[in-house]
């Protein structure tokens, strides 16, 4: 084995210790029965470790490529733990306490008596997280790192709600042969500390929402910086960012007036954004309508998608309904892989709850993002590549993995895959939204925003209701930098398109494959990746 490869497994590790619940990691030993460690040493020599691994790397002569995700992934670990989100965020899914508890844990899926063992020691763990977790909010507060005062509040409600209805616990839904442990460590151990992570949070003091960015934290606009490069695995810099979200929304005006002109015969983008938002004939009659529709556009883009991919998926795309319990507070749709072993299809789920509330006009471009030829796609082929180590198939590069959900989205487009303009607008609409996180991201975290300017402009440049709004709102305060990547991915994703379609004998179909073929990769690589294939082609 190669010192690159011996650096690539080893930092698969450093993934694991920094967070064994990441769900590109599932399946992969050491995930299943554990929680990461909070205290703050314990991730500075995870943050050492991975630092040492990416130094190593570029001393190495081996796979470029997996040189370049080894160092990319690794410097990415190191910027999560020294940007010390953990020590104030209250309720985002990935980073916080009680995102991890009541939302990533709830999602395993113990099928066998070890792996049954297994979520009972992640039970078992819970305590000393949230100890550990409290004691971090403690002293981010001491150092002038203080969470969001909303965000600890809707943190405190959520747990108020959850420790009133045991009968309705999240990590009570996974199958088990036998409930009498797990509602044992329930009872005597977790949901006591649950409430003894709820009194620290009473205690915690909170920005107010005039102040919600990292710029107003100590070393807040380095850390900022920092994430943006990390999340878009590019150089483009704050100010670069807000400019091309602002001259992208003007240029989805020119498209909303040429296809709502079709549509309403209304040619004022403002005026066709309005009526997509209000005009209740555009909603569905109900959730089993809705999960229909998702369902037959993921047919129809299985069915012609050997004519631009050369590899497809070995396992089809599941797609179920949110679970009844979850779907209230979820997004609209999402995408959970399956284990990296392949034992189990990634499932697209689709969120049926009040559907007379949600647009017909977002099933199909959600379907093609989440699913095919969107992530389903991406993160099957990438669990499916051979011989390589196994960091090129579980890298969490979002640049590259949100870039390519968006790619997605207009390639359906390109080859006919939407039914009708209805669905083509809706296609505009996750535009808008896309477009606008560079705009209100920016602004929270680099200029200073208050909370209530970011509401305003999402009202004002997007089709989200306004509860979304308001939740897309309080994502981008507690996810600093995450929601740059998609557009930002997507551009580079089209930007090497057009440098290899400049090329004689372009082959689109070869062109997906060259873009698939290598796993997850940091926008540079992939540039050199496709250059490569497009000098052999």
């Not at 995930?31 to 314990?42: G, I, M, W």
């Not at 500075?44 to 790397?57: E, S």
């Not at 160092?71 to 670990?77: C, D, K, L, S």
């Amino acid at each position: 084995m190669d010192a690159v490869r011996e650096a690539a497994d080893e930092l698969v590790e450093v993934l694991v210790d920094e967070n064994p619940l990441n769900e590109l990691l599932q399946g992969l030993p050491g995930t299943a029965d554990r929680l990461d460690d909070p205290d703050e040493e314990a991730g500075a020599a995870v943050r050492d470790r991975a630092l040492r691994l990416a130094a190593t790397a570029r001393e190495l002569d081996g796979d470029d490529l997996t040189r370049e995700v080894v160092i990319a992934e690794a410097e990415g670990v190191a910027t999560r733990i020294e940007s010390r989100l953990v020590e104030h965020t209250m309720h985002d899914s990935v980073v916080s306490p009680l995102g991890k508890v009541l939302e990533m844990i709830p999602q395993r899926h113990p099928e066998t008596p070890d792996q049954e063992r297994d979520f009972h020691a992640v039970l078992a763990a819970v305590p000393e997280f949230l100890a550990k977790s409290g004691r971090r909010h403690l002293a981010g507060a001491r150092a002038g790192r203080l969470p969001v005062a909303r965000r600890v509040r809707v943190a405190i409600e959520h747990l108020d709600a959850h420790l009133a209805a045991p009968q309705d616990d999240p990590l009570r839904r996974p199958p088990l042969s036998s409930d009498d442990e797990r509602d044992r460590l329930l009872a005597e151990e977790v949901r006591p500390a649950l409430a003894a992570y709820r009194d620290v949070l009473r205690d915690l003091p909170g920005r107010s929402d005039d102040e919600p960015g990292l710029c107003f934290l100590p070393d807040g606009a380095q850390t900022y910086t920092a994430l943006a490069r990390m999340h878009t695995t590019t150089d483009r810099t704050p100010e670069e960012l807000h400019r091309t979200g602002l001259a992208l929304l003007a240029e989805l005006d020119e498209e909303y007036a040429e296809i709502g002109s079709r549509v309403f015969g209304l040619r004022d983008a403002a005026e066709i954004r309005h009526r997509m938002r209000t005009d209740p004939e555009l909603r569905w009659s109900s959730g089993d309508e809705l999960l229909a529709a998702a369902r037959t556009a993921v047919t129809r883009a299985e069915e012609v998608a050997p004519r631009w991919f050369g590899r497809t998926p070995t396992h089809r795309c599941r797609i179920e309904p949110f679970p009844a319990d979850q779907a209230p507070d979820a997004v609209g749709a999402a995408y959970l892989p399956g284990p990296v072993d392949g034992s189990r299809p990634g499932t697209y789920f689709a969120n049926t709850h009040a559907a007379e509330q949600r647009p017909r006009f977002l099933a199909e471009v959600l379907a093609f993002h989440e699913a095919v030829p969107g992530h389903h796609f991406q993160i099957s082929l990438a669990q499916e590549l051979g011989d390589v180590p196994m960091i090129r198939k579980v890298a969490g590069f979002n640049a590259y993995i949100e870039g390519w959900g968006l790619y997605a989205e207009r390639l359906a487009d390109e080859i006919g895959l939407y039914s009708d303009d209805l669905s083509r607008l809706g296609m505009l609409a996750m535009d808008s939204t896309r477009a606008a996180r560079l705009v209100v991201d920016t602004g929270l975290h680099a200029f200073g925003w208050p909370r209530q300017r970011v509401v305003d402009f999402l009202r004002a440049n997007t089709l989200m209701p306004e509860v979304e709004v308001q939740s897309e709102t309080d994502r981008y305060v507690e996810s600093p930098g995450q929601a740059l990547s998609y557009m930002v991915g997507r551009l580079e994703l089209q930007r090497l398109r057009a440098q290899a379609e400049r090329e004689a004998g372009f082959d689109l179909h070869a062109f997906h494959d060259a873009v698939l073929a290598s796993g997850p990769l940091p926008m540079s690589a992939l540039a050199g990746a496709v250059a490569s294939w497009s000098r052999r082609g």
